[in-house]
């Protein structure tokens, strides 16, 4: 037979799906564009990734890529399955603008995560609400959503201590015009300067500066790198038993130096020198009677407090 060259070609003609090499460029869907910058690991180069512009340009990039994706979010209809990929495209597209939102609050000895998940739902809070057709641009629109968000978890969620909301409210003009004062004068304001500048007494710019750093309480024992690693709780100050004891010994001196020398000298084997009555008669060459009336009597001097030659 001399059909089996041929049969072979069609043999091979069959086997060739197998090999899935023709198909490398991607199909030109309407929707890929979305679906480009889903990638939250390396989101500055989602603008790498995204479609040449219409006029042949280069790549789009973020602000012009999330443009684009709230016109595609407008054109689809409530309850679209799509709706949900775009609107996570966006989220994944503004991230570095959460980002850049929580180093403002880097001082606040708060975990960046937590408040990058914060500002995270004021983003989510800013796209459910944009509306592309009043001409601003979305990161304009959405930062103070998301400064607003992060400021609202600092406020009720983070202090350890209770601040009055009129303080909380009056701190945010205090914090206002100590960045501005600051600028003008070129040093950090006084108090009475904050108070001339808002025409508030000295007692609530006082009551302010307090309730701005009442966001969280050092702990005790947690080591302070700038100490020596030395806890605060080692260097607090703790109350002597033996400080009442000071004036009662300078008391005792001051009247000891006015006794004579034979009954001083009586007090110091016996109190001092921890000498019964016995040992004090046998070194002085006197009676353990006598020893112990002048004892009793100079005992008495001394809680009378009065002098010896009286």
């Not at 990638?39 to 603008?47: E, I, N, S, T, Y």
């Not at 990039?61 to 966006?90: G, M």
């Not at 969280?216 to 806890?231: D, F, R, T």
Request: aromatic share 4%.
């Amino acid at each position: 037979m001399q059909d089996d060259p041929r049969a072979g070609t069609d043999n091979g003609a069959a086997a060739r799906p197998a090999a899935p090499r023709e198909p490398v460029e991607p199909p030109h869907d309407p929707v890929a564009p979305p679906r480009e910058p889903v990638d939250p690991a390396h989101p500055p180069a989602a603008p790498e990734r995204a479609e040449p512009t219409g006029d042949g340009g280069g790549p789009i990039d973020v602000r012009t890529l999330t443009r684009v994706l709230f016109e595609r979010l407008a054109e689809l209809p409530p309850h679209a399955p799509e709706r949900e990929q775009v609107r996570a495209a966006l989220i994944e597209v503004n991230i570095p603008l959460v980002r850049y939102a929580a180093t403002r609050f880097r001082s606040r000895n708060e975990p960046m995560e937590d408040v990058v998940q914060v500002g995270t739902i004021g983003l989510i809070n800013a796209i459910d609400r944009f509306d592309p057709g009043r001409g601003v641009q979305f990161p304009t629109y959405a930062l103070p959503t998301i400064l607003g968000e992060i400021k609202r978890y600092f406020r009720d969620n983070v202090r350890t201590m209770h601040v009055p909301r009129r303080l909380q409210e009056l701190w945010v003009q205090v914090s206002g015009a100590m960045e501005e004062l600051t600028v003008t004068h070129g040093r950090t304001p006084k108090v009475p300067e904050i108070a001339a500048n808002l025409r508030i007494p000295e007692e609530d710019v006082r009551a302010c500066l307090d309730a701005g750093r009442a966001y969280n309480a050092a702990s005790l024992e947690a080591a302070q790198e700038h100490e020596g690693g030395l806890a605060l709780l080692d260097r607090l100050g703790y109350e002597d038993s033996a400080l009442t004891d000071v004036e009662h010994r300078d008391m005792v001196r001051h009247l000891l130096v006015q006794l004579p020398e034979r009954e001083r000298r009586i007090v110091m084997l016996r109190f001092f020198a921890n000498l019964t009555q016995s040992q004090i008669s046998h070194e002085l060459g006197m009676s353990q009677m006598h020893v112990s009336r002048l004892l009793s009597r100079i005992l008495t001097r001394l809680r009378t407090g009065n002098s010896w030659d009286e």
